[in-house]
């Protein structure tokens, strides 16, 4: 199977980013044609289970009080990192928000959720934001997520 896969890595091209490819097809990877194929679910599920473990690891590096929070303000600020992107303290992300990481690392989380919907960043995710201003507030998950 390796002879076939690095034959393939070779005659494909490798790229992580999508690009067009000669025959005008949307393609990611090696040669994964996005217009007409897609992602499989499986392959779905196994990329967003890598880039939450990504995140959750990323968080508790650079916030050190992240291990602490409950499961549910973890999966809130996992939901946020996750939307501002794959180092979401790198660019205009958790970055400019430092009374809102404050606020939670001190477990002032009404004030924090407050704050979430203050932003420009809950101006352009709506729901998603009222939401995640909730679980914050609460420590509680939605009902449509709670596990029996």
């Known amino acids: 199977m390796e002879p076939t896969l690095k034959q393939l890595r070779e005659d494909e091209g490798e790229r992580r980013l999508p690009y067009t490819d000669t025959v005008g097809k949307l393609t990611i990877g090696v040669g994964f044609n996005l217009t007409d194929v897609g992602l499989e679910p499986e392959e779905i599920d196994f990329i967003l289970r890598r880039r939450v473990g990504h995140l959750v690891y990323y968080l508790g ?25 794959p180092e979401p303290f790198d660019h205009d992300g ?55």
């Open 61 to 85: 590096q650079v916030l050190p009080w992240f291990s602490r929070l409950d499961d549910v303000r973890q999966a809130v600020l996992v939901n946020m990192a996750y939307n501002l992107g």
């Open 94 to 148: 958790f970055k400019d928000w430092p009374i809102f990481l404050s606020q939670i690392e001190q477990s002032r989380y009404a004030e924090a959720a407050a704050n979430m919907l203050s932003t420009k960043w809950a101006r352009q995710v709506g729901r998603r934001a009222a939401r995640l201003a909730e679980m914050m507030r609460t420590g509680n998950w939605p009902k449509e997520l709670e596990v029996t």
